[in-house]
């Protein structure tokens, strides 16, 4: 069951709020009262636990369970007393934004032990906790699932001993588990991500940026040796996102001779005048015979065949330090509110579940059948199926590792364009991290398909204008970690610089295939050179679009580049913001952001960074709903929260304009809270891409240059020129769900709203009952044929 089931739309208090299970009932607010939910981390700590403590504090509130938090993991559990403590809203207020974990993890040997289990059964008993969420790795859920197994024989040991009495155990027949896999390495089978490991990447890929400006100033040679003992997708996509030149990971041991190709491609690199070079090391690294590859011996090579100045960068538990990403925000946010959902529709019939990412979808799976494929892989790598041992670690892994072994065996070719064809890339649209990414990835792929690539500048008003140059193999090193637009952009269109005009340019530099990357622009570009094939033959060339813009209001992808980097820049600045209040007054923070009318960022923003509401266009309010909101920032201040925070999207109504929210907020909150206007502009669309836009913009503009390179040598004409009016040689190339799809532009023409400039299909408004529920607010969300009745007193709830 997706996500958007489970929360559905809400109704004011009393009625139905969320659809839950995979049958489709109905769950109403406070239906589960005398429900006793535990909460505990486990294992190593990873950035996001807090955000899904926070969520299964909050969901198990609102739907009427009491929560406790269980401290320092099992250890807690078997010791008792004080480190189990019953929650309230206010004891997981403003954590979301904390690494680590604020309810401590610890390993326990007493657990591991039945006298242990024991001992945490009867500790668990005195409270009423018959339900548990488990917050770790695959050895913390496994022994969540041992204690499920043996919860009727601890019970029935515990009424022998007189510690319990029949009735009790009668009452707490059953316990129900559900587990969240908190892990760095994403070492887990059956979900896309683990909770910790985006934020994990971002600290790598931090290191590596910082790494690359001495490493470039001094011509060095840096060996990086990250996490992953058994799974080595950390550095396998830290590797793809920063440009290393080789990468060393368990699951795919380098051949025999790894040593001399290893040197031969580092010497070439120097040779076309490369200041540096990056090997990404997996700390669980071994050949095809099980030896361990290590850091040190990987700078030994180097030292002694290539004289290079080599160093050795050991990154340990930075990674696992900082902040949390806004990816690992939602996703704890997500991840935790089904888990509590998961609970309450348990059965004693129900096996313990695991809740999982499935492309954009939270799903529950079994817990012990993804442990089982967790440890096939392993017994694959034991038994040297190293190929069976990457196909286990699921369809993303194999696609990252596709992508870095394309772009790694790519070599700048000794005869420049084997082909009389070129292909052209255009930026149109505003800039957006990540497109630099994908530049470098579209002229490698295509220069070693023996195209020339052209790079036209300034958009389509640079391509009237002749500014147009030969991208080299060279020129684009270095373009990943850039952020901005390197080719320059543009907003015009074809038909504003004219029609004529265009096809006379891809007639005059023998343009044969054409990238666009951008955003909402870029998008009626390639529909506008598509619509008018039939009058121009320079457009019947193969086309295609990589989406890229902060506003992800394209149709046809669920995500753009650039909008996870803007996404991180709001939550940041949103964190600041919140700490600044911390010593202050009480204050009520507004932030505009940007998005035209895509509310995207903003639901978003307010989500990952415990926001109190979230306005946008395509959800309509009025001052009724405005009003109410006032009404439970008060009650939260006047309940000891010093601080409140909402955000607008730049367009979400013309005359409830953030000026004015702030002006209503500061009147109707007088003499309870300050109120504070911050309108972001432009630093959103700054920075330093995030490994996420890095690694979506490699893998795209390479699918890119070999679907218009394969398309180009299918329409080629006798006369040597290219031809086609397919609607499938015009496409969009987006991420649905999890997976890449070329889409023809004319078929997302019905799909978009033009005169507002979005999708008419979104994905992310589904997450905004959560957002209410999160944030303590009694719904105000329509349900069909029933009116908004606003907010109910909220009072009650903080004082």
Known sequence: MDDSAALGKIQKSQSICVTAGTEGKKIEKDCYSGCVIGVFTSGGDSQGMNAATRAIVRMGIYVGCKVYLIKEGYQGMVDGGSNIVLADWKSVSNIIQSGGTIIGSARCADFRERPGRLQAAYNLLERGITNLVCIGGDGSLTGANLFRIEWSSLLEELVKTGRITSQKAQECAHLNVVGLVGSIDNDFCGTDMTIGTDSALHRIIEAIDNINTTASSHQRCFVMEVMGRHCGYLALVAALASEADWVFIPESPPEKGWEDKLCEKLAQERSLGQRLNIIIVSEGAIDEEGRPITADQIKDLISKRLKYDTRVTILGHVQRGGN????????????????????????????????????????????????????????????????????????????????????????????????????????????????????????????????????????????????????????????????????????????????????????????????????????????????????????????????????????????????????????????????????????????????????????????????DAAYIFEEPFNITDLQGDVNHLASKIRGGVKRGMVMRNEKANENYTSDFITRLYQEEGRNIFQCRLNVLGHMQQGGQPSPFDRNMGTKMAAKCAELLAKQVEENKTPEGSVFTNSSDTATLLGLQKKRSLFTPVLELKEKTDFQHRISKEVWWCKLRPLLRILAMHNSIYEVEGQENDGFDDLDKLYL
């Not at 590792?401 to 064809?421: G, I, N, V």
């Open 324 to 611: 949390p990403s806004a990816f690992d925000r939602l996703l704890g946010c997500r991840m935790g509110a089904e888990a509590v959902l998961a609970l309450m529709e348990a059965t004693p019939f129900t096996p313990a579940c695991v809740i999982s990412l499935n492309g954009n979808q939270i799903v529950r799976v079994p817990l012990m059948e993804c442990v089982a494929r967790t440890k096939e892989v392993q017994a694959a790598m034991d038994k040297k199926e190293f190929q069976k041992a990457v196909e286990l670690r699921g369809r993303d892994f194999v696609a990252n590792l596709e992508s870095f072994r394309t772009l790694a065996r790519a070599r700048a070719p000794k005869k420049a364009f084997c082909t009389a064809f070129n292909l052209a890339v255009v930026f149109v649209g505003a800039p957006a991290c990540g497109m630099n990414a994908a530049v470098r990835s579209f002229v490698r792929i295509g220069i070693t398909k023996g195209f020339r690539i052209l790079g036209i500048k300034n958009g389509f008003e640079g391509l009237v204008n002749n500014e147009v140059v030969s991208l080299s193999w060279t020129d684009v090193h270095g373009w990943s970690g850039s952020g901005g637009a390197r080719l320059k952009t543009n907003r015009t269109t074809p038909s504003k610089v004219g029609l004529d005009r265009v096809a006379d340019k891809l007639r005059h530099f023998s343009i044969h295939g054409l990238l666009i990357i951008g955003g909402f622009e870029a998008f009626e570009s390639i529909l506008q050179l598509t619509e008018a094939r039939s009058a121009y033959r320079e457009f019947c060339i193969p086309m295609s679009m990589v989406p890229a813009t902060i506003s992800n209001n394209i149709p046809g992808t669920d995500f753009s580049l650039g909008s996870d980097t803007s996404l991180n820049a709001i939550v940041e600045i949103a964190d600041r913001i919140k700490q600044s209040a911390s010593g202050t007054r009480n204050r009520v923070f507004v932030l505009e952001t940007m998005g035209g009318h895509c509310g995207y960022l903003a639901t978003l923003s307010a989500l990952a960074s415990g926001a």
